[in-house]
């Protein structure tokens, strides 16, 4: 869990248009480590989507560097999984068609792939459904689905652009608190980016503040929670918990007075 | 609130039932929903028959001419002598037979030209003000075109057809697919894919539903199409069939197949509407 996985140095971005040039990003630097689980929040519009963008490589920063460092000691860019706000599952395809999609479009649909598919399946309990279509599948059982079709390319860092966001509260207390377990038992490196500050405190290793645009990293904070039990909601029992959330709240009041 | 009884604590529930027909809030809905689309379908028969008695009656006692309007009962013996001598069969035939083809092929040619401008972003740009003119220009003002470049035949008749069908399939498919969702775009790109396993397994399967209803509206205008071509360059077909007969001042033969027309127009279009049914069933 010591070992960084991932660097940003000085990373910079800015959107152009014919009226002007729109900072995005400007000199974000940091590490994240093997195992981590981390969270980045910030105002909205502050480049949040941006920077996992550029960490999935759909976008080339303008400046600064990425570099990584396998645990493994391989020299390949860490395969990353990428969680979008919404589950985007195909209604033309059925859930095992779904979750496979990655995979086909890879082409590593080997008996192999099939057998860690259905075992995934089966692991969260989607596995009588894989026949039906998605709209015949509650809220949060298409977001597990929709983890399912990202962890099947096996990534090595997860990347969720508000995942859940597009949920009920009630949904998605449980399914964050689900999803985030799940992440966890399989020791993946991941990064959440969300507005739901206490989700962030409930799940994350670290948090990261971000700035208004252009970002830059406006404060780090470590979380430590002592649970009580595991359940679902324990994280937000912990004791230490309103007074991370005040502190965030605080980071992020000042960042919307600067406004 | 007062406990419900359900019927059979009701000693006299048999008794009660007869007086009053007891419905459920859904069967009654039912019901009344029955009942209105019988009435729907009841009406529409007989506002057809009301016409065609109103017609043949205005013939019969001369109120109109029969040699210019004709009547239901000589299109009719107009359509079994068609039928007899075969001439219904071949002249039907000929028309569907250039009508399925030319709709085929600008189903095909519009998906195709739709996908490359959706596939260049520049090729879109440069050649939309093109399309836009094209597409409003009035097709049937190329007709003596094609005749004077194909001569007369079933070349120019398809011809015909797929001009006036081919430039508003593209623009409507080409709308259909940039309408797709960037972020399932997206998702094909995070999940390791190019621009092609975005347009196989995004843009093509999602755009069904456009595909379909453009199909709709093709089905159409591919028809009038022909009967255009026909009117101009043809010696067989339903569209020569009402120009000629009109030249002979043979009406009956004229309005006899313009109802054939109607029927195959409704046809052809019932034709995708089952397969839009099967596709949204098989979904």
Known sequence: ?????????????????????????????????????????????????????????????????????????????????????????????????????????????????????????????????????????????????ALIRTLALDPEILLLDEPFSALDYQTRLTVSADICRIIRKSGKTAILITHDLSEAVSIADRILVLSARPATIKAEIPIHLTLADDSLLAARKAPEFGSYFNQLWEELADEKAAL | MKKQHSESDIPSAPFFR?????????????????????????????????????????????????????????????????????????????????????????????IFCATLLWYSHSASEILEPYLVVLNSLPKSALAPLFIVWLGTGMTTIIVAGISVALFGCIISLYTGFKQVDEEKIKLIYTLGGNKIDVYRKVILPGSIPTILSTMKVNIGLALVGVIIGEFLAARRGLGYLIIYGSQVFQLNLVITSILILCIIAMLLYQCIQWAEHWYRKRL
């Open chain 1, 1 to 145: 869990m010591s070992e960084p996985i991932l660097t940003l140095k000085g990373i910079r971005y800015s959107y152009h248009s014919l009226t002007g040039e729109i900072p995005a990003l400007k000199d974000i630097s940091f590490q994240v480590k093997n195992g981590e689980f981390l969270a980045l929040v910030g105002p909205s519009g502050c480049g949040k989507s941006t920077l996992l963008n550029i960490i999935a490589q759909l976008m080339e920063p303008e400046g600064g560097t990425i570099s990584f460092q396998n645990p493994d000691g391989s020299i390949h860019y860490p395969r990353i999984g990428y969680m979008l706000q919404h589950d985007h599952l195909f209604e033309w395809r059925s859930i095992y068609q779904n979750v496979t999609l990655g995979l086909e479009i890879q082409k590593k649909l080997t008996p192999e792939q099939k057998e860690r598919v259905n075992r995934l399946l089966q692991d969260y309990g989607l596995y009588s459904f894989r026949h039906k279509r998605p709209s015949e599948l509650s809220g949060g059982m298409r977001q597990r689905a």
């Open chain 2, 18 to 110: 007869k007086e009053t027909p007891c419905l459920t809030a859904q069967e009654a809905f039912l019901l009344a929903h029955k009942k209105h689309h019988t009435s729907i379908r009841l009406s529409r028969a007989l506002l057809l028959a009301a016409f065609l008695a109103l017609w043949e009656i205005s013939v019969s006692f001369h109120w109109i001419d029969g040699f210019f309007f004709s009547s239901p009962s000589r299109i009719a013996s107009c359509f079994l002598s068609m039928l007899q001598d075969g001439s219904l069969a071949a002249n039907l035939g000929i028309t569907l037979c250039e009508t399925v083809f030319s709709f085929l092929l600008v189903i095909l040619i519009g």
